[in-house]
Structure formats: C-alpha cells, structure tokens
T-cell receptor
C-alpha cells in the first residue's frame, strides 16, 4: 500500500504557482520523497526527489517539513501542459542496495485552467 | 541520450493467447523494472531485472514472466491472456547505483478481447 496521502484533485490558474501537498507521516529515516507526474496515457515522468533538504530543479521545487512528515511540490508558473496526475512516492534502498520499486498511490489530478 | 523505448505501443490480443513486450533501457542503465497500470488497481510493480537476472518480483501470477539480455534490453511475457490483463504496461530503467531515479518509457497498451 502507498504510504502517502494526497488530495484527489486540485485546480490552478495558468501562470500561477501550483502547490501540491503530500502527507507521509510514517516516513522512515532512509526513505526519500519522490515526485512523478503522468500525463494521460503516457509513462510517468520524473520531477524531483529529496531526503531532508528542500530541492529545486528546472521543473519544480520540493519543500519537505523539518519533521519530514509532509512535503509540497511547487510548480512556480503552471502552464496548460502541466495538467497531469502527480504522484508523491516514498522510496528507499532495498537489502540489495538498490531503489528498484516505486509504490504509486492514486495521486493528485492537477488541472491547470486558462 | 535516447529515452526508454517500448515496443509495440499498442497491441490487441484475444483470451488464451500469449504476448511478448519489449523494453530498451536508456544507454548505460542496467536495471529494468516492469509495472502494470489499470484503472482499478493503478500502477503496480511486476518485477525487476538486473544483469540478466530477476532480482525482485511483485505479487503477480506465474503467467507473467520476463527476461533480460546481455545488452540490458528486457522482454515481458504474459501467457494465457485473460480479460483482466488489459492494461498499460510500463518499463522503467535506472543505472542502479543505489538511489538512482527510475525513468519510464511510454508504455505498451495491451487490450485483451
């Protein structure tokens, strides 16, 4: 079962920042927070990941609370092409030392409106 | 670098048939994982291959199998197809250096009639 909780859907106006929350209250110390998104019927696209510190890349920013029990993905200037299902996922190394399995929940359907 | 490629993109089969799907990982990636996505169950992990060996497996029946070749390309086979096998089958590759990000292909849409 997925260990994260996300709202089912959110709306955002084009050009505004989209803030997508994720709760992961049972996160363990070695688990990373990953965000992927999936545009209809395409493969999931990696967005960003982090462990403790906030992270930023060309696509988005990831804010992780100090207790690591929740995080927020921020798309600074949402466009119509950002309409997708966004998945917040916890992942850690397995005993073999690799991150091989992602457990997807139902995600948040973000709709960016013109 | 080219991304993960999957062939075919679309496939229609009938119940009882078998099917083979192919995945070519990003160059230099050695780990390939397979996922099944259906509207009811969402994205579920099938299995993972590394160095031609199945290293990890999800909770799917033995009708679902796979293999990996020496060039890291992977195939997935489903035998005795059932209607419920209709799904989007996704593969993801990673370099396999610990917490490496997995990169997904576009998927193969399988319809079983």
């Amino acid at each position: 079962d997925a260990k994260t909780t996300q709202p089912t859907s959110m709306d955002c106006a084009e050009g505004r920042a989209a803030n997508l929350p994720c709760n992961h209250s049972t996160i363990s110390g070695n688990e990373y927070v990953y965000w992927y998104r999936q545009i209809h019927s395409q493969g999931p696209q990696y967005i960003i990941h982090g462990l403790k510190n906030n992270e930023t890349n060309e696509m988005a920013s990831l804010i992780i609370t100090e207790d690591r029990k929740s995080s927020t993905l921020i798309l600074p200037h949402a466009t119509l092409r950002d309409t997708a299902v966004y998945y917040c996922i916890l992942s850690s190394l397995n005993s073999g030392g690799s991150n091989y399995k992602l457990t997807f929940g139902k995600g948040t359907l973000l709709t960016v409106n013109p | 670098k080219a991304g993960v490629t999957q062939t075919p993109r679309y496939l229609i089969k009938t119940r009882g048939q078998q099917v083979t799907l192919s995945c070519s990982p990003i160059s230099g990636h050695r780990s390939v994982s397979w996922y099944q996505q259906t509207p009811g169950q969402g994205l579920q992990f099938l299995f993972e291959y590394f160095s031609e060996t199945q290293r990890n497996k999800g909770n799917f029946p033995g009708r679902f199998s796979g293999r990996q070749f020496s060039n890291s390309r992977s195939e997935m086979n489903v035998s005795t197809l059932e209607l419920g096998d209709s799904a989007l089958y996704l593969c993801a590759s990673s370099p396999d250096r610990g917490m490496d990000t997995q990169y997904f292909g576009p998927g193969t849409r399988l319809t079983v009639l």
